[in-house]
Structures are given as C-alpha cells and as structure tokens.
C-alpha cells in the first residue's frame, strides 16, 4: 500500500472522530437541557424561579466549543502537513519513476552499443583468422628452406601462431628449414599451449 494512501485514511479516521466527539458533546449539552427543563416542569407547574446570586456562570463561557475550536484548527493544521507530505512523497515518486525511464532508456542503448561492438568484434575476428589462415597457406606452399627464412626473422610466439594453423608435415619441414635456436623456442611455445589446452 502506498504512503500516501495510509496519510489520507489516517487523516479520515481523525476527522470521523472529532466529529463524532464534538456531535456526543453538543448531545450532551442537549440533554441536559431537556432534563433541566424537564425536572422542572415534574416538580409542579411552575419553574423554580431562579435567582442571578444563586447561578454562577462559567469562568470560561462556552469554554468546550473553544477547545473543539482549538481541536478543529489542530487536525486542519496536521491535515495540511499530511497534505503537504503527500504531495512531497508524490512528486519524489514522480521524480524517480523519470529517472528511472532514464536509466531504462540508458541501459537499452548500452546493450544494444554493446551488441553492436560484440558483432564488429566477431566480424574483426573473423577476417583476422581469414587473413592468417591465408598466410598459413600461402607460406605453407612455399618451399620449407624460404618459409623457414621468414620464420627465423619472426618473434618464436609469432611464429608458433602460424605454425599451429599448418598441417603437422608442412609445419616440420619449416620447423626443419629454421635455425635451431628458433626451432627450439617455437618448438616450446606450440608444446606449453598443448600442455594447457
């Protein structure tokens, strides 16, 4: 349930209250009247005369509807603060549901720049394996003394990329056409990425 729905069911059942208490009051006075009235007219048919001396009014007079009065203007106050708070916790809702379509919107074009650059990068990739799969072949149909020339001038890393891409028989005839130093280091690479394959 929403705040701001408790605040205004609060606030009904307060008023309901006062309400209720201010009508019991006026009730109250009502009656006593009618029983005044009433004792009066049931100990004969004249009313007591009343004398001024012997009737004290009240130090506050009508003292009860200036309370209510009071009261009235108390829950009109706090009514307005809930009204006031209601209308904050509104505008704050407002304000984050804005932000939060922002951040959705935000998001969406994040993933899609992010499925946009996995393509690029799956397109890249793939004419990188196309381009030193050509290689691959095209040193793998030269002949292995010339092949392993380029070889020895490559780093042994390098070299061990292509080499791996190679049939088995055409990779050892260049492996054989290379200084054996180079050899050896190649030779040592492929093995470590078999090893962890």
């Given at each position: 349930?929403?705040?701001?729905?408790?605040?205004?069911?609060?606030?009904?059942?307060?008023?309901?209250?006062?309400?209720?208490?201010?009508?019991?009051?006026?009730?109250?006075?009502?009656?006593?009247?009618?029983?005044?009235?009433?004792?009066?007219?049931?100990?004969?048919?004249?009313?007591?005369?009343?004398?001024?001396?012997?009737?004290?009014?009240?130090?506050?007079?009508?003292?009860?509807?200036?309370?209510?009065?009071?009261?009235?203007?108390?829950?009109?106050?706090?009514?307005?603060?809930?009204?006031?708070?209601?209308?904050?916790?509104?505008?704050?809702?407002?304000?984050?549901?804005?932000?939060?379509?922002?951040?959705?919107?935000?998001?969406?074009?994040?993933?899609?720049?992010?499925?946009?650059?996995?393509?690029?990068?799956?397109?890249?990739?793939?004419?990188?394996?196309?381009?030193?799969?050509?290689?691959?072949?095209?040193?793998?149909?030269?002949?292995?003394?010339?092949?392993?020339?380029?070889?020895?001038?490559?780093e042994p890393s390098f070299a061990a990329g292509f080499?791996?891409?190679?049939?088995?028989?055409?990779?050892?005839?260049?492996?054989?056409?290379?200084?054996?130093?180079?050899?050896?280091?190649?030779?040592?690479?492929?093995?470590?990425?078999?090893?962890?394959n």
């Open positions: 349930m929403r705040p701001g729905a408790l605040l205004i069911i609060s606030m009904v059942f307060t008023l309901a209250f006062v309400t209720r208490a201010i009508g019991t009051v006026s009730d109250v006075r009502d009656g006593a009247t009618a029983e005044i009235s009433g004792g009066n007219a049931s100990h004969g048919s004249d009313p007591l005369p009343v004398r001024s001396d012997d009737f004290e009014p009240p130090e506050h007079p009508d003292g009860n509807d200036a309370d209510f009065v009071s009261l009235a203007g108390m829950i009109k106050e706090r009514t307005n603060e809930i009204q006031r708070r209601i209308d904050e916790l509104n505008e704050r809702e407002n304000l984050l549901a804005a932000i939060e379509s922002r951040v959705d919107e935000k998001l969406q074009q994040l993933a899609a720049a992010q499925s946009a650059l996995a393509e690029t990068a799956a397109r890249v990739d793939a004419a990188s394996e196309r381009d030193i799969m050509a290689l691959a072949d095209m040193y793998a149909n030269m002949k292995p003394q010339q092949a392993g020339a380029i070889f020895n001038a490559m080499l791996t891409s190679m049939r088995p028989e055409t990779a050892a005839a260049i492996l054989a056409g290379m200084e054996p130093q180079k050899a050896y280091a190649v030779s040592v690479i492929i093995a470590g990425r078999n090893m962890n």
